[in-house]
């Protein structure tokens, strides 16, 4: 994107369109940052016995105690994100990594959070990528699930307490990086209402963006801003726009890629003139995720996949799971003291097992799924890298790969 100086403006929209900073249209393909600073109970395989962040931490500081948890978690955190990562997803045609956030990493003007987005914003720079800031946790509660590591309840939308302090949240945020270009926009609140039965409480979600809105307004006139629908996507709750630079978001978890699926958004877009954003394509089986993308593309709708790497299971990018996991996730599913006490494994044996997942994690054991990248502007890039290949073009203009080792493919 070259320096910061060549951008007298930011991202923003122009009509229908997203655009950078020269005017011309930039369609968003991107990929999702989860499980780096929001910990989600289904990338450790606790599944609902432990979902949130507070649920995952205490399991944590069970095992390994406060300091030593402590410890891991700043270590994670630090590990999760390379130069090296940044390079892959550049290389493979990726222009923007969207990173759900929780608000206890941003609590002061030069907190951890800042640091670590400061440095993967430059490597940004460097790969002529950008980034979309996303408060999913630590911001009251929204969506009256897990994922918002709260009481399960949507008390943003009703305390007054809560929305001036997240106002602040996004103020200190905005004020950091109002004069990053980089920063592609910000993606105000994840997923509101998850939970279909507070859906009532529809109404309360606008008001609650007009508010985070003018928060970020009064320090940041620059960036574009991003409002997701309830319930991971339904207008219903949306009237005319309310800022000039805004996009509209949905998430299409749980649906099929289908016109009558994506018809209420793109009537939206019309009535009102403005852009829309896929913001999570996310779905196990490879069509339907790419049936998505493949929607998203026809009525350019930019596009974030999701996530980006996880241990173990299916997905695009993956690192091995330690070899004692399993035992972690025993002891973490049981409801009583004697059951955990029963089957915790031996203190060393916990240690090594954590230690075995902070190098795992590292770029370097990240394994290429390319299954899940045959994506309109995407390749893995991982051919003649590690495992020798041969490339045929076929008559729909996507490579096949023939492979000499029949085995899993090393990232670049």
């Not at 630590?138 to 106002?167: C, H, I, M």
């Amino acid at each position: 994107m070259g320096s910061l100086a060549a951008h007298a403006q930011y991202v923003h929209t122009q009509g229908t369109e997203v655009v950078d900073g020269f005017g011309k249209p930039l369609l968003i393909r991107g990929i999702s940052m989860a499980n780096w600073f929001v910990l989600e109970g289904s990338f450790w395989g606790f599944g609902d016995r432990s979902s949130s962040q507070s649920d995952i931490e205490w399991n944590f500081e069970a095992l390994l105690g406060p300091t030593h948890a402590r410890e891991f978690l700043q270590q994670w955190r630090q590990n999760f994100v390379s130069k090296g990562d940044v390079d892959r997803l550049a290389k493979a045609g990726f222009n923007t990594i969207r990173v759900p956030l929780h608000g206890k990493n941003f609590s002061t003007d030069d907190d951890e959070g800042f640091k670590l987005i400061d440095q993967l914003a430059e490597w940004c720079r460097q790969d002529h990528m950008y980034l979309i800031l996303n408060f999913e946790s630590g911001v009251g509660g929204f969506t009256a699930a897990a994922a918002d590591d709260s009481s399960q309840y949507p008390w943003l939308l009703k305390d007054a307490g809560e929305q001036k302090r997240v106002n602040e949240l996004w103020k200190r945020v905005a004020n950091h990086y109002k004069n990053d270009p980089t920063i592609l926009g910000y993606d105000l609140l994840n997923e509101p209402l998850l939970w279909p039965g507070y859906l009532t409480m529809e109404n309360l979600v606008e008001p609650e963006y007009r508010r985070l809105t003018a928060a970020v307004r009064e320090v940041d006139t620059h960036h574009m801003l991003m409002l997701q629908a309830a319930c991971h996507g339904s207008f219903i709750e949306f009237g005319k726009p309310f800022d000039n630079n805004t996009t509209y978001v949905f998430h299409t978890d749980g649906n099929d890629p289908s016109m009558e699926w994506i018809q209420e958004f793109l009537d939206y877009r019309t009535k009102w003139n403005v852009p829309l954003y896929s913001g999570e394509i996310y779905d196990s089986k490879v069509d339907v995720e790419t049936g998505h993308v493949e929607l998203a593309e026809k009525f350019n709708i930019g596009w974030t996949i999701w996530p980006y790497k996880k241990m173990g299971g299916a997905g695009p990018y993956i690192f091995p799971t330690p070899a004692g996991w399993q035992k972690i996730v025993l002891f973490v599913r049981q409801t009583t003291v004697a059951d955990r006490n029963a089957l915790r494994p031996p203190q060393a044996e916990i240690d090594a097992t954590f230690a075995q997942v902070i190098e795992n994690e590292k770029n370097e054991h990240v394994v290429v799924h390319p299954e899940f990248l045959k994506l309109p502007g995407i390749s893995p890039n991982w051919c003649a890298r590690v495992w020798p290949c041969a490339i045929d073009l076929v008559s729909d203009g996507w490579p096949t790969f023939t492979l000499f080792v029949k085995v899993g493919i090393h990232a670049a």
